[in-house]
């Protein structure tokens, strides 16, 4: 059964590097992991996605291991306004599904 | 550049109405489209999919349906709301083939009385 597992909440500190981990152990080949932030009563929006091994953009950097079993999401010297939920989503391949995580509702204090 | 509008914003309606939300994407040709419902507090469930116009896959049994009358077009409907249709439901687009991110707007609250 393909699933996407990640913790519900986290906190952190301002400033303070923030690795949020995603696990999907039924990942298939060819699926991509995309991790979404989603501010109260708004869209989630793009972070960044991946397909293996590590990628990096201007907001984010995503770390996947060689067996692609889980991905962790890294968000460097965070701040206040990256309080929000985030969302892990793997499209599995071989079911044709859509499967977000449930959701890490990240709690940044001053 | 693309865009991608919802609406209404809000919505009231009684239990046993109708319900019409429409989307648009606009800067982009043949997207994948996607219906989603978040219920409050709660991850995103996929309600349905569409490849193309006339194309809809549904993920999850209901009372809603979908529709797509057009290529950049994408509508959620229901004959007669339930009390548990209520709920923060978004619209989503990707370009076509699998594996690419999707882009989502601003969604719809819906409150059933």
């Known amino acids: 059964l393909a699933k996407t597992t990640q913790p519900i909440s986290m906190d952190s500190y301002e400033g303070q590097e923030v690795n949020i981990t995603c696990s999907h152990n039924n990942i298939a080949t060819n699926d991509y992991i995309t991790w979404y932030q989603q501010f109260p009563s708004q869209g989630p929006r793009f972070i960044i996605q991946g397909y293996k091994t590590k990628v990096t953009n201007e907001v984010a950097s995503l770390f996947i291991p060689a067996d692609r079993k889980s991905s962790t999401l890294s968000l460097p010297r965070v701040s206040l306004s990256d309080t929000a939920v985030y969302y892990c989503?793997?499209?599995?391949?071989?079911?044709?599904?859509?499967?977000f995580g449930q959701g890490t509702t990240l709690q940044v204090k001053p | 550049s693309q865009t991608i509008h919802q609406w209404p914003a809000t919505l009231v309606q009684p239990v046993g109405s109708p319900l019409s939300l429409e989307c648009t994407v606009e800067g982009t040709s043949n997207p994948n489209l996607y219906w989603y419902r978040q219920a409050a507090g709660r991850g995103l469930q996929l309600l349905f999919y569409?490849?193309?116009?006339?194309?809809i896959s549904s993920e999850v049994p209901q009372n809603l349906s979908a529709s797509r009358p057009q290529d950049r077009q994408f509508i959620l409907s229901s004959k007669k709301l339930l009390l548990s249709d209520s709920g923060f439901y978004l619209c989503?687009?990707?370009?076509?083939?699998?594996?690419?991110?999707?882009?989502f707007g601003d969604g719809t609250r819906l409150s059933i009385l």
């Open positions: 569409s490849v193309g116009i006339g194309q």
């Open positions: 989503a687009w990707s370009v076509e083939g699998g594996g690419q991110p999707q882009h």
């Open positions: 989503l793997v499209e599995y391949g071989n079911t044709g599904k859509l499967i």
